[in-house]
């Protein structure tokens, strides 16, 4: 046995592809081992990756594959042999199997008698089929994006290759790809270490070799260095922290091999501009942390993560350097937001005519008049049932939401649309309701972003959202496997999160929110609510974490209101790991199945239950039982006391088990089968409300 390491080292990796690209050449590189009969299952492997290289550790591959012997069947007897002598069919099948004619034996199968050979497949050197085997991996690795750079060559990859090392124990593996060839060598920082190349001795020995020439390999050390780095510098500043912000950590470790911390500062007079706007320029243009006070406030200082290191001299060089960019784009920032003030929000109105938002669907003026109407319908239900909203200030916030497209400042800084709008509204005067709707119009713009704050912004966020995916469907651009150019997933994720999470409970149903986006088109209609209710599949597993049965199940008896269908999947939850509950799940699941048997057989239920019709005490107990259940479940239900109500149907169980154990539904009697079929449907009907307890995957 002996360790194994692959590293390739590459031009610059955009950083948003480097981690999935590190966990899926581990992946890779494990499973073809495995496959190749090199390690065992379970093996320990570890990944590394920074800009310039991804590289992955594996322990104990054997130096050499096991042999393998198989059983290999051929033709029968009578095809093989003709009189005893050897028919072409059987030398044929000895030359395939690697053996003599006479080494063949007979086999007796099912089928007859046929001839057979042992051949053993010896086992290959493991260098030799990694070197065979590994280019393969790497060519089918996933980049969102990749490119050739060899002319009249066939390797794509994200970024041309510069070198590659392989090590099996001691030896390098001649490993070849995108026109290099593997050796023992690495390298390490571009400008600490410079291009002299490194020797690798042994697998075990990289990521401490490549940090004696500053390069730290590992993600996760990289990671702590970093945050322990913006700690230390952060305290410089008393009473300061910096604002936490674990995309932009991950982002800034993806950047960097050998990472260093430095503290900048501004103008206190750029405070004075809306800290949204600060923090856009720092965060999502320089890459550079926010630094605030112990109020929350932001201070006049920014954490720019290096990727180097330098004597205080050369950092104040690069700080200075730092600090004069910032406040280049800080003084746009601030003319931007001056320049626009000139033109009110009300004014830009007209300017939406000629700003495209799809060339099928015209302009973001068109689609105000749409939104304004969609919301307007929204409203008015929310109003019917008794929700507080101010029409006219969500009316005068559907007019303005789009008018920052046309300001400067939203052209200079794309990221801050909607969040600009806002911003102007409030500056210019207009309501807080009006100005906070605007603001949050684009939320959620992910599962873990949050909602409108407002139930005007909510039916803003919703109606605007709904608008667009009904004109896309119309326009049949629905999305299509991984693809979905117009994010109208994330769109439709939106109006489901809006629903279940927003203070307020919004009355609305995924019907009701199609509906008013589809108009009359009921075929429409019909597509928009399916693609909306497997958007509340999806955020029940994987923003709530429900069992992929337990959504089944809920899903199963009403996937219109986004709210109760999570109160009923949680309380599902809650419940299944009773023994009562998974029982009488398991019974509903065999009603369910008589009836779709009988169904088969064109056997219909009775339409109703016949008490003079149940002969056997157990079915007697069951409808007595299941009838007083049922009102007290329906009452339970109208409370939205679900826990409650699972945990009164999970008391049926001796009754359900009982009548199992005693009663035969299917009986020759017409009239009785169709009475006990009538009681199962009834059973099911009452008690199937809360969930479809046939979809719960019990034991057994």
Same mark, same amino acid.
């Given at each position: 046995?002996?360790?194994?390491?692959?590293?390739?080292?590459?031009?610059?990796?955009?950083?948003?592809?480097?981690?999935?690209?590190?966990?899926?050449?581990?992946?890779?590189?494990?499973?073809?081992?495995?496959? !190749?009969?090199?390690?065992?299952?379970?093996?320990?492997?570890?990944?590394?990756?920074?800009?310039?290289?991804?590289?992955?550790?594996?322990?104990?591959?054997?130096?050499?594959?096991?042999?393998?012997?198989? /059983?290999?069947?051929?033709?029968?007897?009578?095809?093989?042999? %003709?009189?005893?002598?050897?028919?072409?069919?059987?030398?044929?099948?000895?030359?395939?199997?690697?053996?003599? &004619?006479?080494?063949?034996?007979?086999?007796?199968?099912?089928?007859?008698?046929?001839?057979?050979?042992?051949?053993?497949?010896?086992?290959?050197?493991?260098?030799?089929?990694?070197?065979?085997?590994?280019?393969?991996?790497?060519?089918?690795?996933?980049?969102?994006?990749?490119?050739?750079?060899?002319?009249?060559?066939?390797?794509?990859?994200?970024?041309?290759?510069?070198?590659?090392?392989?090590?099996?124990?001691?030896?390098?593996?001649?490993?070849?790809?995108?026109?290099?060839?593997?050796?023992?060598?690495?390298?390490?920082?571009?400008?600490?270490?410079?291009?002299?190349?490194?020797?690798?001795?042994?697998?075990? /020995?990289?990521?401490?070799?490549?940090?004696?020439?500053?390069?730290?390999?590992?993600?996760? &050390?990289?990671?702590?260095?970093?945050?322990?780095?913006?700690?230390?510098?952060?305290?410089?500043?008393?009473?300061?922290?910096?604002?936490?912000?674990?995309?932009?950590?991950?982002?800034?470790?993806?950047?960097?091999?050998?990472?260093?911390?430095?503290?900048?500062?501004?103008?206190?007079?750029?405070?004075?501009?809306?800290?949204?706007?600060?923090?856009?320029?720092?965060?999502? @243009?320089?890459?550079?942390?926010?630094?605030?006070?112990?109020?929350?406030?932001?201070?006049? @200082?920014?954490?720019?993560?290096?990727?180097?290191?330098?004597?205080?001299?050369?950092?104040? &060089?690069?700080? @200075?350097?730092?600090?004069?960019?910032?406040?280049?784009?800080?003084?746009?920032?601030?003319?931007?937001? /001056?320049?626009?003030?000139?033109?009110?929000?009300?004014?830009?109105?007209?300017?939406?005519?000629?700003?495209?938002?799809?060339?099928?669907?015209?302009?973001?003026?068109?689609?105000?008049?749409?939104?304004?109407?969609?919301?307007?319908?929204?409203?008015?239900?929310?109003?019917?049932?008794?929700?507080?909203?101010?029409?006219?200030?969500?009316? !005068?916030?559907?007019?303005?939401?789009?008018?920052?497209?046309?300001?400067?400042?939203?052209?200079?800084?794309?990221?801050?649309?909607?969040?600009?709008?806002?911003?102007?509204?409030?500056?210019?005067?207009?309501?807080?309701?009006?100005?906070?709707?605007?603001?949050?119009?684009?939320?959620?713009?992910?599962?873990?972003?949050?909602?409108?704050?407002?139930?005007?912004?909510?039916?803003?966020?919703?109606?605007?959202?709904?608008?667009?995916?009904?004109?896309?469907?119309?326009?049949?651009?629905?999305?299509?496997?991984?693809?979905?150019?117009?994010?109208?997933?994330?769109?439709?994720?939106?109006?489901?999160?809006?629903?279940?999470?927003?203070?307020?409970?919004?009355?609305?149903?995924?019907?009701?929110?199609?509906?008013?986006?589809?108009?009359?088109?009921?075929?429409?209609?019909?597509?928009?609510?399916?693609?909306?209710?497997?958007?509340?599949?999806?955020?029940?597993?994987?923003?709530?974490?429900?069992?992929?049965?337990?959504?089944?199940?809920?899903?199963?008896?009403?996937?219109?209101?986004?709210?109760?269908?999570?109160?009923?999947?949680?309380?599902?939850?809650?419940?299944?790991?009773?023994?009562?509950?998974?029982?009488?799940?398991?019974?509903?699941?065999?009603?369910?199945?008589?009836?779709?048997?009988?169904?088969?057989?064109?056997?219909?239920?009775?339409?109703?239950?016949?008490?003079?019709?149940?002969?056997?005490?157990?079915?007697?107990?069951?409808?007595?039982?299941?009838?007083?259940?049922?009102?007290?479940?329906?009452?339970?239900?109208?409370?939205?006391?679900? %826990?409650?109500?699972? !945990?009164?149907?999970?008391?049926?169980?001796?009754?359900?088990?009982?009548?199992?154990?005693?009663?035969?539904?299917?009986?020759?009697?017409?009239?009785?089968?169709?009475?006990?079929?009538?009681?199962?449907?009834?059973?099911?009907?009452?008690?199937?409300?809360?969930?479809?307890?046939?979809?719960?995957?019990?034991?057994?």
């Amino acid at each position: 046995m002996a360790e194994f390491l692959f590293e390739i080292g590459l031009e610059e990796i955009p950083a948003r592809m480097i981690a999935s690209a590190e966990a899926e050449l581990q992946q890779r590189v494990v499973a073809m081992l495995e496959r !190749e009969r090199l390690v065992s299952a379970g093996v320990a492997s570890k990944s590394f990756a920074t800009p310039r290289r991804l590289a992955v550790w594996v322990a104990e591959v054997a130096e050499r594959q096991q042999d393998i012997t198989e /059983e290999l069947v051929g033709p029968s007897v009578k095809v093989a042999f %003709k009189d005893g002598v050897p028919t072409p069919a059987a030398e044929a099948f000895a030359k395939k199997a690697g053996v003599a &004619v006479s080494s063949l034996k007979t086999v007796t199968t099912p089928k007859g008698e046929y001839i057979a050979a042992s051949s053993t497949k010896q086992g290959l050197d493991a260098a030799d089929v990694i070197v065979s085997e590994l280019p393969k991996e790497l060519a089918a690795i996933y980049w969102a994006k990749n490119m050739y750079w060899r002319p009249g060559r066939p390797e794509r990859f994200v970024r041309p290759v510069r070198w590659m090392a392989a090590l099996l124990g001691a030896k390098p593996v001649k490993v070849s790809f995108g026109g290099y060839e593997a050796g023992s060598v690495t390298y390490g920082h571009r400008v600490l270490f410079g291009d002299e190349p490194i020797a690798l001795k042994l697998p075990g /020995e990289y990521e401490q070799t490549l940090e004696k020439s500053f390069v730290v390999a590992d993600v996760a &050390v990289r990671r702590h260095k970093i945050r322990k780095a913006l700690d230390a510098v952060t305290r410089t500043v008393a009473e300061a922290r910096w604002r936490e912000d674990e995309d932009l950590v991950e982002t800034v470790t993806q950047l960097t091999e050998w990472p260093s911390v430095i503290m900048g500062s501004f103008e206190t007079e750029y405070l004075a501009l809306p800290e949204e706007v600060l923090v856009t320029v720092m965060r999502d @243009h320089q890459k550079y942390f926010a630094v605030e006070d112990k109020a929350g406030k932001l201070a006049p @200082h920014f954490l720019a993560v290096l990727n180097t290191e330098a004597d205080e001299a050369g950092l104040a &060089v690069i700080r @200075h350097g730092n600090e004069r960019v910032l406040r280049a784009r800080f003084n746009d920032a601030r003319f931007f937001w /001056e320049f626009d003030q000139r033109v009110s929000l009300a004014d830009r109105v007209e300017l939406l005519k000629n700003v495209t938002f799809q060339k099928d669907l015209g302009s973001y003026a068109a689609k105000t008049a749409r939104v304004r109407k969609l919301a307007s319908n929204l409203a008015g239900l929310v109003l019917q049932r008794k929700c507080e909203l101010n029409p006219v200030a969500l009316d !005068e916030a559907v007019s303005l939401a789009k008018t920052d497209l046309t300001s400067e400042l939203v052209k200079e800084f794309t990221e801050l649309q909607g969040i600009v709008g806002g911003l102007y509204a409030r500056a210019q005067g207009l309501s807080a309701a009006a100005a906070d709707a605007i603001y949050d119009q684009y939320k959620p713009v992910s599962m873990e972003d949050s909602v409108p704050r407002t139930v005007e912004g909510a039916v803003l966020a919703m109606a605007d959202k709904a608008d667009t995916i009904a004109g896309m469907f119309g326009l049949g651009m629905e999305p299509t496997g991984s693809k979905d150019p117009f994010a109208l997933r994330r769109a439709a994720n939106g109006i489901v999160k809006v629903l279940a999470e927003t203070t307020v409970a919004l009355p609305l149903t995924l019907t009701e929110v199609a509906a008013a986006a589809c108009g009359q088109n009921e075929a429409l209609t019909g597509k928009v609510r399916g693609f909306l209710a497997e958007r509340l599949e999806f955020y029940l597993r994987e923003a709530r974490g429900q069992a992929y049965d337990v959504v089944k199940a809920v899903l199963a008896a009403g996937a219109d209101d986004v709210r109760d269908a999570v109160a009923r999947a949680e309380a599902v939850t809650a419940v299944r790991g009773s023994d009562d509950f998974a029982a009488v799940s398991a019974a509903f699941r065999r009603m369910k199945n008589i009836l779709a048997q009988a169904a088969e057989k064109s056997i219909a239920p009775g339409a109703h239950v016949e008490d003079a019709l149940l002969a056997e005490a157990s079915e007697k107990a069951l409808a007595q039982r299941s009838s007083e259940l049922a009102a007290r479940v329906a009452s339970l239900r109208a409370e939205k006391n679900y %826990k409650a109500a699972l !945990e009164s149907i999970a008391t049926l169980r001796p009754q359900v088990d009982a009548f199992f154990d005693g009663v035969m539904v299917m009986v020759p009697e017409p009239e009785v089968r169709a009475n006990r079929l009538a009681l199962l449907t009834q059973v099911l009907g009452d008690f199937s409300g809360i969930a479809d307890f046939s979809e719960i995957v019990t034991a057994g």
